[in-house]
């Protein structure tokens, strides 16, 4: 057993603020590999736990698996305190003892009642609240840090009203302020954007991120931020409400077989895209391109399709002949389970936002499935117009 508490680095910062990229990049450092991880993730459908698991321990909701404790749905809500207290206890009984514990929140988290729920095991302490925030949202929609300061107005869209509510709210309690994708705005934007969010926290690092250039090491000079004040800050500012997620935000879940038709989905988040829907991420799969596990992210205007993987059902095709007939016929038995025309090929998509605009979009989806006749369409070898980019990273 440990002799001293144990650290925990935590990791908030509004939808799509870059948090999981972060996070990722750390845990590939032999250091933070065997660090356990704590995913307080809104949505019932873990994307993010699943990134950060071994593909050996597939996550588990409200559970310690494989060093990945997956906190989702009604255990990042109203259970987040009993959740995360099971989840510190079973940390602390892992052997060996690890040295320091991460948590990736959810972008609609509110900072003091995760704080109080991280820190109500006294094994544990708090080493940093880290919040990252997005510099091209930042510079977009919130005039370079002038909303969250006051010295701009405030957005006459209430969507991004309550968003930048939210974002300063979190920005309060950090003692680290990640500043991401900076490589995307002008220089003297991140400099206005450094002068906005040293005023918000004067006492808080800033560090500025490229491509999740900013390493955990780095921040070791920064103090660990002291319980009293963050609670007297909590307050002082009126913030000690019992929700653990920002009002009106919530996650919806999209669960189909069919293909999306790849234009009718790219003018669906041309044109039914709102600015109350902060965040869409998930795998889908497009009827122009049946072997490909997309993985899709979304934080405002922003979209991004990777590859990750291929689908069973197109591997036993066996096409390049690069599979023995024994793996051809163990694929098969797999398939046999799965879907009788799309095998494991399946959408699973989370839509977190504001109500309405989240189920507008949802429906927009839902409409650019394929239909009965575009499926047999493509299960005849139709080749589908697709505007999508067709050079993809690599996840």
């Known amino acids: 057993m440990p002799t001293e508490p144990i650290p925990i680095v935590s990791l908030c910062g509004f939808?799509?603020?870059?948090?999981?990229?972060?996070?990722?990049r750390w845990r590939s450092d032999d250091t933070l590999k065997k660090a356990p991880v704590i995913v307080h993730d809104l949505s019932e459908f873990g994307l993010d736990a699943e990134l950060l698991a071994d593909e050996t321990s597939p996550p588990a909701k409200g559970r310690l698996v494989g060093g990945v404790a997956a906190l989702h749905g009604k255990h990042a809500r109203e259970e987040l305190s009993s959740s995360l207290g099971t989840a510190l206890?079973?940390?602390y009984e892992l052997n060996p003892a690890p040295s320091l514990v991460l948590c990736e929140s959810t972008g609609a988290a509110l900072p003091w009642p995760l704080i109080k729920a991280l820190t109500q095991d006294k094994r544990f302490f708090l080493r940093h609240f880290i919040v990252t925030v997005d510099a091209l949202n930042l510079h977009r929609d919130f005039a370079d840090g002038g909303v969250l300061t006051g010295d701009a107005s405030k957005p006459?869209?209430?969507?991004?009203?309550?968003?930048s509510e939210v974002l300063a709210e979190q920005i309060v309690f950090a003692n680290v302020?990640?500043?991401t994708k900076?490589?995307?705005?002008?220089?003297?934007?991140v400099e206005a954007q450094v002068r906005a969010l040293q005023r918000l926290q004067p006492n808080a690092t800033i560090a500025l991120s490229a491509h999740a250039g900013v390493l955990l090491p780095q921040l070791d000079a920064t103090p660990a931020p002291k319980l009293s004040m963050l609670k007297s800050r909590a307050k002082q500012f009126e913030l000690t409400?019992?929700?653990?997620?920002a009002n009106n935000v919530d996650a919806l879940v999209i669960r189909d077989n069919r293909p999306f038709h790849p234009e009718r989905l790219h003018e669906a988040c041309r044109s039914k895209l709102g600015t109350g829907l902060y965040r869409t991420k998930g795998f889908l799969w497009l009827a122009s391109r049946s072997g490909h596990v997309l993985m899709w992210q979304q934080s405002g205007s922003q979209i991004a399709l990777e590859l990750s993987g291929y689908w069973r059902a197109e591997i036993a095709h066996n096409q390049d002949g690069s599979l023995t007939p024994d793996e051809v016929d163990?694929?098969?038995a797999q398939l046999k389970t799965k879907h009788p025309v799309f095998g494991d090929r399946h959408n699973e998509l989370t839509?977190?936002?504001?109500?309405?605009?989240?189920e507008s979009f949802a429906a927009a989806l839902k409409e650019a499935l394929c239909t009965d006749e575009e499926i047999i369409a493509w299960q005849k070898g139709e080749v589908f117009t697709d505007p999508w980019p067709k050079s993809l990273r690599r996840a």
């Open 15 to 24: 939808l799509g603020s870059g948090k999981t990229t972060l996070l990722r």
């Open 89 to 91: 206890e079973e940390i």
């Open 156 to 163: 006459q869209d209430l969507a991004l009203c309550h968003a």
């Open 177 to 179: 302020i990640i500043l």
């Open 182 to 189: 900076i490589d995307i705005v002008p220089k003297a934007a």
């Open 241 to 245: 409400q019992k929700s653990s997620t």
């Open 330 to 332: 163990q694929l098969n």
């Open 351 to 358: 839509l977190i936002g504001l109500k309405a605009d989240r």
